[in-house]
């Protein structure tokens, strides 16, 4: 048996051209809420993300009703690529994935573009790491990334401070110590390091500078208008985490849009977000309504939810394999 509750995202003010017409839920003072879910044999009490002052900052909680709850999404940083080089990330090898084992777990997102074209700083900060990685580890070894910068942010309410790093530059603009402000370039795309092709590898660490503090870059870029995140949890009735890849959205208003099949991060050091504690995230989607299938062993589960412009859905599974 598969019990399922699902959360649903509250939007932000932003631009809605072209976005969805839903209608969110509306908003209510935040609460500590602990959702029971009756099983077969026991009752199993998931308790939603902390609260506290730290958790708000990064996305606004706000009361679960029995299948419900609504984040406002932390997306703070806009696109680290100039227009008009591709701003969309690389779908084929996302945030925890190993190309089906074949690479290390990624820790970033790539931005695939031609050698020289702009790399913008994605928010206001002051860089901490203007250079290479020759002599100085960043990453999983020593010359992985080549020629990088990393931003340090201070985001408002935000308890810990949040780093973005920009990596395999051709060239880079700035110089340790100097302020930045969103938008202001600060190298050129290149292919240093341990690349494969010409691209930007842009990370997001939250806490320290250090490779294993990493979050999924997603839930921090802004989302083009009209288009939110799905993010899942997978746990079994011990409160462990299972990793089942059968995952499967469709969309319920456009039945011509190609299905998706997120596939949960790589176990190996790659961390959810504070406030989701997510173990899978989708790319972005229009504004609408879905259908999720999940298939772990012997089983054959679906739930609807909805995704709202600019807010992330988030959906926990509990199973008894």
Known sequence: MVLIFACAGQPTVSDTIGASTTTPPPTVSPEVVVQTLQSDSKNISISTPSTSTESRSEATLYPC???????????????????????????????????????????????INAPGTPVLAAGDGVVVVAGNDVNTLYGLMLFYYGNLVV????????????????????RVDVQPGQKVIAGQQIGLVGRSGKAIGSHLHFEVRVGENDYAYTRNPLLWLSTDPGYGILTGQIFDQAGRVRRYPEITIRSLDDLTMVPIHPRPYAESNVNGDDLYQEIFTSHPLPAGKYRLTFSPPKMDETIDFEIYAN???????????
Do not use: M, N, W
């Open 65 to 111: 009703s029995d299948q419900v709850c609504t984040f406002s999404g932390h997306f703070v940083f806009r696109s680290p690529i100039a227009a008009p080089g591709t701003q969309a990330y690389e779908p084929s090898y996302p945030y925890g994935g190993t190309q089906d084992g074949t690479r290390e777990a990624h820790h970033g997102v790539e931005f």
């Open 151 to 170: 931003i340090q942010h201070e985001i408002p309410g935000q308890s810990k401070p949040v780093f973005t790093l920009y990596a395999h530059l051709s």
């Open 311 to 321: 807010a992330v859905t988030r959906i926990t599974l509990i199973t008894d394999y």
